[in-house]
Protein backbone atom coordinates (compact mmCIF):
# COMPACT_ATOMS: atom_id res chain seq x y z
CA UNK A 1 0.00 0.00 0.00
CA UNK A 2 1.67 3.51 -0.79
CA UNK A 3 1.75 6.30 1.03
CA UNK A 4 -0.74 8.15 -0.83
CA UNK A 5 -3.62 5.56 -0.58
CA UNK A 6 -2.82 5.54 3.12
CA UNK A 7 -3.35 9.26 3.37
CA UNK A 8 -6.11 9.06 1.54
CA UNK A 9 -7.84 6.34 3.98
CA UNK A 10 -6.75 8.50 6.89
CA UNK A 11 -8.32 11.87 5.60
CA UNK A 12 -11.65 9.78 4.85
CA UNK A 13 -11.59 8.24 8.13
CA UNK A 14 -11.02 11.72 9.76
CA UNK A 15 -14.02 13.08 8.01
CA UNK A 16 -16.30 10.24 8.67
CA UNK A 17 -15.06 11.11 12.56
CA UNK A 18 -16.17 14.64 12.37
CA UNK A 19 -19.31 14.16 10.62
CA UNK A 20 -20.69 11.48 13.02
CA UNK A 21 -19.18 13.95 15.98
CA UNK A 22 -20.84 17.48 14.79
CA UNK A 23 -23.86 16.39 12.27
CA UNK A 24 -25.81 15.97 15.69
CA UNK A 25 -24.64 19.24 17.06
CA UNK A 26 -25.57 20.99 13.53
CA UNK A 27 -29.16 19.33 12.87
CA UNK A 28 -29.98 20.19 16.55
CA UNK A 29 -29.01 24.01 15.94
CA UNK A 30 -31.11 24.00 12.63
CA UNK A 31 -34.01 23.09 14.53
CA UNK A 32 -33.27 25.22 17.15
CA UNK A 33 -33.33 28.16 14.72
CA UNK A 34 -36.52 27.20 13.35
CA UNK A 35 -37.76 27.38 16.93
CA UNK A 36 -36.70 30.87 17.28
CA UNK A 37 -37.69 32.09 14.27
CA UNK A 38 -41.03 30.99 14.87
CA UNK A 39 -43.52 34.46 15.74
CA UNK A 40 -46.87 33.38 17.60
CA UNK A 41 -49.79 35.35 16.15
CA UNK A 42 -51.77 37.47 18.75
CA UNK A 43 -55.35 35.99 18.78
CA UNK A 44 -57.92 36.93 16.44
CA UNK A 45 -60.13 40.17 18.38
CA UNK A 46 -63.77 39.48 18.70
CA UNK A 47 -65.78 41.09 16.58
CA UNK A 48 -68.73 42.88 17.84
CA UNK A 49 -71.96 41.84 15.98
CA UNK A 50 -74.24 44.66 14.64
CA UNK A 51 -77.66 44.12 14.27
CA UNK A 52 -79.49 45.58 11.20
CA UNK A 53 -82.32 47.48 12.08
CA UNK A 54 -85.50 45.68 10.68
CA UNK A 55 -87.97 46.93 8.42
CA UNK A 56 -91.55 48.37 9.31
CA UNK A 57 -94.20 45.77 9.15
CA UNK A 58 -96.72 46.58 6.39
CA UNK A 59 -99.30 46.84 9.44
CA UNK A 60 -97.10 49.87 10.72
CA UNK A 61 -96.54 51.60 7.31
CA UNK A 62 -100.02 51.27 7.20
CA UNK A 63 -100.78 52.79 10.07
CA UNK A 64 -98.42 55.37 10.02
CA UNK A 65 -99.69 56.80 6.74
CA UNK A 66 -103.37 56.46 7.46
CA UNK A 67 -104.44 59.77 9.06
CA UNK A 68 -108.36 59.89 9.72
CA UNK A 69 -108.48 62.70 12.05
CA UNK A 70 -105.85 66.10 11.78
CA UNK A 71 -104.78 66.84 15.23
CA UNK A 72 -104.17 70.34 15.57
CA UNK A 73 -104.54 73.20 17.96
CA UNK A 74 -107.33 75.84 16.80
CA UNK A 75 -110.18 77.20 17.88
CA UNK A 76 -113.28 77.12 16.59
CA UNK A 77 -114.39 80.48 15.19
CA UNK A 78 -118.16 80.15 16.26
CA UNK A 79 -116.73 79.04 19.62
CA UNK A 80 -119.24 81.11 21.76
CA UNK A 81 -120.51 81.93 25.78
CA UNK A 82 -123.84 80.92 26.65
CA UNK A 83 -124.81 84.61 26.54
CA UNK A 84 -123.50 85.57 23.01
CA UNK A 85 -124.60 82.77 21.31
CA UNK A 86 -127.11 83.75 19.41
CA UNK A 87 -125.48 86.83 17.98
CA UNK A 88 -122.23 85.16 17.23
CA UNK A 89 -123.83 82.02 15.21
CA UNK A 90 -125.68 84.36 13.27
CA UNK A 91 -122.50 85.98 11.58
CA UNK A 92 -121.71 82.92 10.24
CA UNK A 93 -124.52 83.18 7.60
CA UNK A 94 -125.48 86.95 7.98
CA UNK A 95 -124.58 87.80 4.54
CA UNK A 96 -126.02 84.80 2.44
CA UNK A 97 -128.98 86.33 0.78
CA UNK A 98 -127.40 89.76 0.26
CA UNK A 99 -124.34 88.95 -1.58
CA UNK A 100 -124.53 85.68 -3.36
CA UNK A 101 -124.72 87.64 -6.73
CA UNK A 102 -122.74 89.91 -6.57
CA UNK A 103 -119.94 87.64 -5.43
CA UNK A 104 -120.94 85.40 -8.63
CA UNK A 105 -120.43 88.77 -10.49
CA UNK A 106 -116.81 89.18 -8.68
CA UNK A 107 -115.68 85.82 -8.70
CA UNK A 108 -112.51 85.64 -10.92
CA UNK A 109 -112.42 83.22 -14.08
CA UNK A 110 -110.53 80.61 -12.23
CA UNK A 111 -114.01 79.50 -10.91
CA UNK A 112 -115.97 79.55 -13.69
CA UNK A 113 -117.44 75.84 -14.62
CA UNK A 114 -114.96 75.44 -17.64
CA UNK A 115 -111.88 75.84 -15.15
CA UNK A 116 -112.68 73.72 -12.67
CA UNK A 117 -111.70 70.41 -14.55
CA UNK A 118 -108.23 69.64 -12.85
CA UNK A 119 -105.66 67.18 -13.28
CA UNK A 120 -106.77 64.42 -10.48
CA UNK A 121 -103.87 62.27 -10.36
CA UNK A 122 -101.59 65.37 -9.72
CA UNK A 123 -103.95 66.16 -6.70
CA UNK A 124 -103.98 62.61 -5.42
CA UNK A 125 -100.20 63.60 -5.08
CA UNK A 126 -100.32 66.14 -3.52
CA UNK A 127 -99.62 68.87 -5.46
CA UNK A 128 -102.06 70.77 -5.56
CA UNK A 129 -103.69 73.80 -3.07
CA UNK A 130 -106.57 74.96 -1.21
CA UNK A 131 -107.78 77.96 0.85
CA UNK A 132 -108.35 77.55 4.52
CA UNK A 133 -111.39 79.53 6.01
CA UNK A 134 -111.62 78.79 8.85
CA UNK A 135 -112.41 76.24 12.06
CA UNK A 136 -116.37 75.82 13.55
CA UNK A 137 -117.59 73.87 15.99
CA UNK A 138 -120.84 73.95 14.95
CA UNK A 139 -122.09 71.28 12.32
CA UNK A 140 -125.11 74.09 11.10
CA UNK A 141 -122.60 76.82 10.78
CA UNK A 142 -120.31 74.52 8.85
CA UNK A 143 -123.09 73.71 6.05
CA UNK A 144 -123.98 77.29 5.75
CA UNK A 145 -120.47 78.01 4.48
CA UNK A 146 -120.10 74.94 1.98
CA UNK A 147 -123.28 75.88 0.69
CA UNK A 148 -122.53 79.96 0.44
CA UNK A 149 -119.12 78.91 -0.93
CA UNK A 150 -120.86 76.66 -3.75
CA UNK A 151 -123.57 79.13 -4.66
CA UNK A 152 -120.42 81.67 -5.18
CA UNK A 153 -119.00 79.38 -7.57
CA UNK A 154 -116.38 77.51 -5.06
CA UNK A 155 -115.96 74.18 -4.64
CA UNK A 156 -115.82 73.81 -0.88
CA UNK A 157 -114.79 70.95 1.48
CA UNK A 158 -114.45 70.20 5.40
CA UNK A 159 -112.40 68.32 7.08
CA UNK A 160 -113.04 67.16 10.73
CA UNK A 161 -109.57 68.19 13.12
CA UNK A 162 -109.22 66.85 16.26
CA UNK A 163 -107.67 69.67 19.09
CA UNK A 164 -107.89 69.94 22.41
CA UNK A 165 -111.31 71.38 23.03
CA UNK A 166 -112.72 68.42 21.03
CA UNK A 167 -113.51 67.66 18.04
CA UNK A 168 -113.67 70.45 14.90
CA UNK A 169 -114.62 71.16 11.56
CA UNK A 170 -112.34 73.08 8.64
CA UNK A 171 -113.72 73.81 5.76
CA UNK A 172 -111.47 74.48 2.23
CA UNK A 173 -112.01 76.05 -0.98
CA UNK A 174 -110.33 74.14 -3.32
CA UNK A 175 -108.11 72.17 -4.43
CA UNK A 176 -106.28 73.82 -7.26
CA UNK A 177 -102.68 73.08 -8.91
CA UNK A 178 -101.85 76.90 -9.73
CA UNK A 179 -101.20 78.37 -5.61
CA UNK A 180 -101.25 81.84 -7.35
CA UNK A 181 -105.13 81.66 -8.86
CA UNK A 182 -106.37 81.32 -4.59
CA UNK A 183 -104.06 83.69 -3.88
CA UNK A 184 -105.90 86.28 -5.79
CA UNK A 185 -109.20 84.71 -5.15
CA UNK A 186 -108.52 85.15 -1.27
CA UNK A 187 -110.25 88.68 -1.75
CA UNK A 188 -113.13 87.55 -3.18
CA UNK A 189 -113.45 85.02 -0.67
CA UNK A 190 -113.42 87.88 1.91
CA UNK A 191 -116.04 89.48 0.35
CA UNK A 192 -118.17 86.49 0.30
CA UNK A 193 -117.67 84.53 3.70
CA UNK A 194 -116.21 87.92 5.91
CA UNK A 195 -113.66 85.03 6.94
CA UNK A 196 -109.87 85.72 6.39
CA UNK A 197 -108.34 82.60 4.70
CA UNK A 198 -104.53 81.68 3.78
CA UNK A 199 -103.46 79.52 0.79
CA UNK A 200 -102.11 76.20 2.25
CA UNK A 201 -100.87 73.15 0.78
CA UNK A 202 -103.64 70.16 -0.19
CA UNK A 203 -103.12 66.87 1.70
CA UNK A 204 -104.92 63.49 1.34
CA UNK A 205 -106.21 62.11 4.54
Known amino acids: MTSALKNRLIGTVIIVAVAVIFLPDLLSGKTQSEKELFVELPKRPAVKTVQRPGGFSSEEVVGLATRDIEIVDDKAIDDQD ?29 IESDTQVEDSQALLEGAGWVVQLGTFRHKKNVQELL ?8 RAFSRPVQTSSGTLTKVFVGPDLQKDRLEKSLNNLTELTRLKGRVTPFTIQ
Open 147 to 154: TKLKKGGY
Open 82 to 110: QNTSTNEASEVSAAVPDTTEQSVAQAPST
